[in-house]
Structures are given as structure tokens and as C-alpha cells.
């Protein structure tokens, strides 16, 4: 599989449509690999296999295009969202944000997210990988954000450090931060305060 670079240490692998599988997340850390997301093409797994170093997955969220490949690569440690648990039924919960030092300093942290509850995100250095947090869902057939969902996304996002936000599916896989706080403010600023949902 092809990987291509972000930054020293730091990889992805390029989400596909068919099979529909996430951008994967590679951070080559002193002791661990770190993964963000494992995606659900099977051709991932088969080359993270081969990769020596002992892997840590982080999965942002439920869907199966992101944790799909999960019974089938070698991992020490997972991490996930509460609600992601439900459905992958192993790995530690992330709850409250969690450091971890392996050369650069990890940082996971749980995301509010209109599109899958229990998102979670990874930060390491200039760049915070975020899978779909920032995108919306569907509701009777129609786009949308839970408003309040949405109002503490964007507090969240604002906190970070990165200066690049990782976004999964995205033509541009790695985008500058403000570009995507200024896009969420403008859906924001859309909403009808007597309503909690954002139609967009
Ligand atoms: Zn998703």
C-alpha cells in the first residue's frame, strides 16, 4: 500500500471508495507504530502486518469503513470511543483527554461529533487527525448538525494546538485548521434558535 508522507515520522495511507475504507493514520512513534484508524480495504492490515515495531490502533469512530479491519491486524493496544466499544468489543475507552510520549507526544481526545457519537480524535504536533467528526447526519432523508453537538465540537477544536486538521474522505486530507473552524462557525451561525437541528 502505498503511504504517503505528512510530515517526518508521520504517514497515511489514502482512504478508497471501493471498497469503501477511511484515510489511515501512521505515526511511526520510538516503541510504537500508532494507527488512526484501520480503514477496511484488506490490503492494510496485510501491510501493517509486516511492519516489525508493535502497533497501537486509535479508531475515531463506529463506522465500519474506519474500524472494519480490526480483527485482522496485529495490534497491542486499541482505543476508542464509548459508543465505538459497543460495536468493536475490545479496547480501552477514551473518556477524558489522554497523553502518551513515544518520541512526540500523543494526544487522544474524545470529540463531540454530529455525524457518530462517541468520536475521538489524535493530535501529534502541527496535526490532529479527526476521521468524520466534522461531518453532519442524516436525519428524515435530510443533512444536518445537532446544534449543541456542534457549538462544543468547535470549542474543542479551537483548544487544539495542531495546525493542520486531518479530515477523512476529504480530496484534501490535510487542511488548515481555521479553513474547517471557519466552515463549522458558518454552519453554526445558520441555526434557528428555536430549533436543534442545523438543516444544511
Ligand atoms: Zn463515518
Known sequence: MERIKIAERLFYIKASENPLSADVGIFEGDKFMWIFDIGADESVPISLNKIQKPKNAVISHFHPDHMGNLGHAELENIYLGGNTFKYAKCGTVIEDDV??????????????????????????????????ATYSTMKQGRACYNASVLKEEIAVLKNLSA???????????????????????????????KESFIWI
Not at 108 to 128: N, Q, R, T, V, W
Not at 172 to 192: H, M, Q, T
Open 99 to 132: 497523553l502518551f510520549d513515544d518520541g512526540e507526544k500523543i494526544h487522544i481526545f474524545p470529540l463531540p461529533s454530529s455525524h457518530a457519537k462517541g468520536s475521538i480524535g489524535m493530535e501529534i504536533g502541527d496535526y490532529a487527525f479527526l476521521g468524520d
Open 163 to 193: 495546525k493542520f486538521f486531518l479530515i477523512s474522505h476529504d480530496e484534501k486530507f490535510v487542511r488548515p485548521k481555521e479553513e474547517i473552524i471557519a466552515e463549522l462557525e458558518e454552519i453554526y451561525n445558520k441555526r434557528d434558535p
